[in-house]
């Protein structure tokens, strides 16, 4: 048979019947757009939970007080509120662990902030010039907190920018202006660059003062909360780390590191983890997707099948002419694959706009990626292949003499 042929023949037969032909192949465009649209938002959410974990810092270490358990365990209910990180640790982390780029301690606490009769509630963070590039942070107006600040013990302070829009409009420039912390005046020395809410909290809605400060003020004490730490590169992460644990378990006087009095965060751990959840949840979004598919193929066969029932006299008569097996075989195959590649365009376009819309009006991040539409594109030739077998095999089958007689 001519391709020529071949075609004219399967465009008659899905235009004999429109209305069949256009829901068959609406099963399969609802099938691909699905598995689209649920793995766009899967790989978005993938790539926002790993932009969000990078933008907190680059290659971090982040040490905490408290004891530290086996993977799996239950957390220590001490961890993170423990006391037993000073200032002494993280100076001896920075001049003894070679492949450790910069540290910085961090003092933190919730408290009521005010000023010309405004107030908020948020984050105090009482740390050290280093906080800035560790944590990748950028000054959007004014300056950072200096060395010479935390040495001074001075009372300046650092705002996020909704910290400062929740207590001064945003019309209002808020440097140099002065604001209070319990019951103490903070001036005013610089706002940071906006970075967006994460997981782990908004960096926007923080006030940023010298670590001494918030020790002597707001904690009362020398113990820190935090120890951020920042590798050289990224390959010398797992190095350091067992250095500083092995430094720590030294100073602390500590022989079983089972009973460490401190835990350490790695920052790809963390990013890991994160992302082989995002992406199991993305595989198991396609996976419930690909039951419409499934249900699609279903449609494909039900109708090829028909058709063949339909078709019974023509398939004799055209046996009868000299037609091969072959040749009945290749046009009811064609005919689905031609059913499930139209579908399959369609549905690679509704998919599309669909996930374009759900970013649109949700601000969910999605991401289509060109993995996705060759899935579907697969998936759609290998429907039209499975599904379309059986009934081409079916009608090449059939005997021509009881064909023609078929009524």
Request: proline share 1%.
């Amino acid at each position: 048979m001519k391709i020529v042929d071949l075609l004219e023949e399967t465009y008659a037969a899905i235009t004999v019947n429109k209305a069949r032909s256009s829901l068959t192949i609406l099963g399969i465009v609802i099938g691909i757009s699905s598995v689209i649209t649920l793995v766009a938002v899967g790989q978005g959410a993938t790539s926002s939970v790993q932009s969000r974990i990078e933008s907190l810092g680059s290659n971090l270490l982040t040490i905490r007080p408290g004891m530290q358990r086996g993977p799996g365990s239950q957390v220590s209910s001490g961890r993170g509120s423990a006391q037993s990180l000073t200032q002494a640790d993280a100076e001896a982390i920075k001049q003894d662990i070679s492949m450790v780029k910069a540290v910085a301690s961090e003092v933190s606490g919730r408290y009521q902030v005010t000023a010309k009769g405004t107030n908020t509630n948020t984050q105090v963070i009482g740390t050290t010039d280093q906080y800035l590039s560790i944590k990748n942070l950028e000054i959007a107006e004014g300056v950072f907190i200096s060395e010479q600040n935390v040495k001074n013990i001075s009372k300046v302070a650092v705002l996020g920018p909704n910290t400062q829009e929740d207590l001064f409009g945003e019309d209002v420039s808020a440097i140099g202006q002065t604001i209070r912390i319990k019951g103490m005046e903070f001036k005013v020395i610089g706002i940071t660059k906006a970075k967006g809410g994460t997981g782990f909290g908004s960096q926007d809605d923080m006030v940023y003062i010298p670590l001494e400060t918030a020790q002597r003020y707001l904690s009362g004490n020398q113990y820190v909360n935090t120890i951020n730490v920042q590798a050289v590169d990224e390959n010398s992460m797992t190095a350091a780390q067992e250095e500083i644990t092995a430094l720590l378990l030294q100073r602390h006087d500590i022989i079983d590191s089972t009973k460490a009095d401190f835990n350490i965060m790695n920052q790809a751990d963390i990013l890991s983890s994160a992302s082989s959840i995002t992406e199991t949840l993305t595989v198991l979004l396609a996976a419930i997707a690909g039951i419409s598919l499934l249900v699609g193929g279903i449609g494909i066969m039900n109708m090829m099948l028909t058709t063949v029932t339909e078709r019974t006299r023509e398939i004799g008569l055209r046996k009868a002419i000299g037609a091969h097996k072959s040749d009945i075989s290749l046009q009811f195959l064609v005919e689905a694959i031609t059913l499930t590649f139209i579908g399959g365009c369609l549905g690679i376009i509704l998919g599309w706009v669909l996930a374009w819309g759900v970013t649109y009006f949700t601000s969910t991040a999605t991401e289509v990626s060109v993995s996705s539409i060759m899935l579907a594109f697969g998936v759609s030739a290998g429907i039209g292949i499975i599904f379309g077998y059986y009934p081409a095999r079916r009608a090449a089958k059939l005997n021509p003499i009881e064909a023609l007689r078929y009524e």
